[in-house]
C-alpha cells in the first residue's frame, strides 16, 4: 500500500467514518479509488504528460483514500476472527505484514524501477489491486455484523480524545509510537547514505542493506504472531524498542558491510516488533465502538510522522553527518525505552486481552 502525508490532516475524520458506517464497503471503495490512482499515474507516465502538478494532486488524492481506509481495514480484523483466543495473533499477523510491505516494498520498487521504468511500475500497482479487491468480495462475515455498527449514536471527534483521556494505557502507546516514528523509524532515509558514501557501493549495496532488514522484519513477524496467549506483549514491545536502539547506535560506528547487514537485521527485528506489539495492543484493548477512531490516531502517529521524520532526519544529516544522525536516533530510541518502559512493564500498564 503506497502512502503520503496528506493522510496525516485526513485520518481522524477517517476514523470517525469507519466507526459510522459500513467498514467493509469503505475498504472497497478506498481499493478501487486507489487502483484508478494508480492506472492514472501510470497513464500519464506512458504518455509522457507527466506533470508536476497532476502528479501532486494524485498523491494528496492518495493520502486522503488512505486517511479512511487505514482505520477502516485496521478495524474490521476483529470482525473475521470467531475465536477470540486467535484474535491477538490475527491482529499481530496483519501488522506485521503491513509494517513488513512498508519496510521491503522501497528495496522491492528499487529494483523494479531501475529495470523495468517508473510506468511499468504503477502498471504492475494497478494491476495488484485486482487482487486486493478480488480477496474482498470473496470474504464472508456473520449476518447483521455491519448492520449493528450501522445502528450505533451518531460519531464525533471528541469523543475519540475523551476515550483516549480515560484509557492512559491506550494513549501512552499511541504517543510512544508516535515518538518513535517521528525521531526514530525514519532511519531509512539514511541507508542509501550510508551505501554510497560510507560502504563505498552502488544500489545493488543499498539492496543488500535492505534485504537484511526485510530478514529482520520477516522473522520478528512470524515470532509476533506465534506468541502465546499469555506472553506479556508490553515486555516484548519495550524489548523490542530496545533492540532498534541498540542496532541503529552499532550500525553508526561500522565501517564494514558485513557487520552492517547484521546490525540491519537486529534493526528490522527491532523496528517490526515496536510497530507491531503496539498496533497489537491498541486495537486488542480498544473498544469495538471506538476501534475505528483509535486507529486514525494510530495511522497518524506512524504513518503521518514518518515522513515528517525523514525531512528532519535528511536536514539533520547534512549538518552533522549521516552516523552522526543514525547514532542520536539510536540514543532517543534507548530515552524512549526509559520514558515509557515504567508505563511498560508496570503494575497499572493494562495487558492485552489475548
Same mark, same amino acid.
Given at each position: 500500500m503506497q ?6 490532516l ?15 464497503t469503505?475498504l472497497?471503495?478506498?481499493? $478501487?479509488?486507489?487502483?484508478?490512482q494508480? @492506472?492514472l499515474?501510470? *497513464? !500519464? ?7 508536476v %502538478?497532476a &502528479? ?13 481506509e ?10 473475521? $476472527?470467531?475465536?477470540?483466543t486467535?484474535? @491477538?495473533n490475527?491482529? *499481530? !499477523?496483519?501488522?506485521s505484514?503491513?509494517?513488513l510491505a %512498508?519496510? &521491503?516494498?522501497?528495496?522491492i520498487?528499487?529494483?523494479?524501477l531501475?529495470?523495468?521504468?517508473a ?10 489491486f485486482?487482487?486486493i479487491?478480488?480477496?474482498l468480495?470473496l ?6 455484523v ?6 450505533q ?39 542509501p ?5 560510507i560502504?563505498?557501493?552502488n544500489a ?7 534485504s ?9 513477524a512470524?515470532s509476533?504472531?506465534s ?20 542496532g ?5 560506528f561500522?565501517?564494514?558491510?558485513a557487520?552492517a ?7 528490522g ?5 515496536l ?9 486488542v ?6 476501534r ?7 495511522a ?9 521524520g ?5 536536514a ?8 552522526v544522525t ?9 530515552l ?19
Amino acid at each position: 500500500m503506497q502512502n503520503s502525508s496528506p493522510s496525516f490532516l485526513f485520518s481522524l475524520w477517517g476514523g470517525i467514518v469507519a466507526d459510522k458506517y459500513n467498514r467493509f464497503t469503505i475498504l472497497l471503495v478506498a481499493q $478501487v479509488i486507489a487502483m484508478i490512482q494508480a @492506472a492514472l499515474l501510470a *497513464a !500519464l507516465l506512458f504518455s509522457h504528460h507527466n506533470a508536476v %502538478w497532476a &502528479i501532486l494532486a494524485l498523491s494528496v488524492l492518495l493520502g486522503i483514500v488512505n486517511a479512511f481506509e487505514v482505520p477502516a481495514r485496521q478495524s474490521m480484523i476483529h470482525l473475521l $476472527v470467531n475465536d477470540e483466543t486467535h484474535l @491477538a495473533n490475527a491482529v *499481530a !499477523l496483519n501488522s506485521s505484514l503491513t509494517t513488513l510491505a %512498508w519496510l &521491503i516494498g522501497p528495496a522491492i520498487s528499487g529494483i523494479l524501477l531501475q529495470h523495468l521504468g517508473a510506468g511499468t511500475c504503477f502498471l504492475i500497482n494497478t494491476i495488484s489491486f485486482i487482487a486486493i479487491i478480488v480477496c474482498l468480495l470473496l470474504m464472508e462475515f456473520s449476518p447483521g455484523v455491519f448492520a449493528v455498527q450501522q445502528k450505533q449514536e451518531q460519531s464525533h471527534l471528541s469523543e475519540g480524545f475523551t476515550y483516549l483521556k480515560k484509557t492512559p494505557s491506550l494513549y501512552r502507546i499511541i504517543l510512544m509510537l508516535g515518538c518513535a516514528s517521528l525521531f526514530v523509524l525514519c532511519y531509512q532515509t539514511l541507508i542509501p547514505v550510508f551505501s554510497k558514501v560510507i560502504f563505498s557501493g552502488n544500489a545493488a549495496t543499498f539492496g543488500y542493506l535492505n534485504s537484511c532488514i526485510g530478514m529482520g522484519s520477516f522473522a520478528a513477524a512470524i515470532s509476533l504472531a506465534s506468541l502465546q496467549k499469555q506472553a506479556n506483549r508490553n515486555k516484548i514491545l519495550l524489548g523490542g524498542v530496545l533492540l532498534l536502539g541498540i542496532g541503529l547506535i552499532c550500525f553508526s560506528f561500522t565501517h564494514s558491510l558485513a557487520l552492517a547487514c547484521v546490525f540491519a537485521v537486529l534493526i528490522g527485528f527491532g523496528s517490526m516488533t515496536l510497530v507491531t506489539n503496539s498496533m497489537t495492543i491498541i486495537q486488542v484493548n480498544s473498544e469495538a465502538h471506538m476501534r475505528g477512531r483509535i486507529m486514525s490516531y494510530v495511522a497518524m502517529a506512524y504513518f503521518g510522522m514518518i515522513p515528517i521524520g525523514s525531512l528532519l532526519a535528511g536536514a539533520v544529516s547534512q549538518r552533522i553527518s549521516a552516523p552522526v544522525t543514525m547514532f542520536a536516533e539510536g540514543m532517543i530510541a534507548l530515552l524512549i525505552a526509559a520514558v515509557f518502559g515504567r508505563y511498560l512493564i508496570g503494575k497499572k500498564q493494562q495487558q492485552i486481552a489475548a
